[in-house]
């Protein structure tokens, strides 16, 4: 069994930072891609950044220059840095791991970060 563990998240006022991390308990080589999503409230979870194992990340147009996602492969993690946040970035944000043998999509518990303006 897979488990995604996200950590970092918090409360900041709004033009600062936070670095979520996603620690798997396998190696994040073994997934096609990883990506980070975010779920605000009254609202469906929307897909912020994508990392896969290979080629280039991609995000939402909402938080182009503003998040990176990043990975270290040796420490099995995750990475989403996020600068300059804004009050609309206020949500849970949830890790999310895709594997192809055996076929399945795996999610952490979500850690909430919440910007005030």
Do not use: H
């Not at 990475?79 to 849970?92: A, C, F, I, W």
């Amino acid at each position: 069994q897979v488990q995604l563990v996200e950590s970092g998240g918090g409360l900041v006022q709004a033009g600062g930072s936070l670095r979520l991390s996603c620690a798997a308990s396998r190696s994040i080589l073994s997934f096609t891609v990883m990506a980070w999503y975010r779920q605000a409230p009254g609202k469906q979870r929307e897909l912020v950044a994508t990392i896969p194992s290979s080629g280039r990340t991609n995000y939402v147009e909402s938080v182009k220059g503003r998040f990176t996602i990043s990975r270290d492969n040796a420490g099995n993690t995750v990475y989403l840095q996020m600068n300059s946040l804004k009050p609309e970035d206020t949500g849970v944000y949830y890790c999310n791991a895709i594997s192809q043998l055996p076929p399945f999509n795996y999610w952490g518990q979500g850690t909430q970060v919440t910007v005030s303006s």
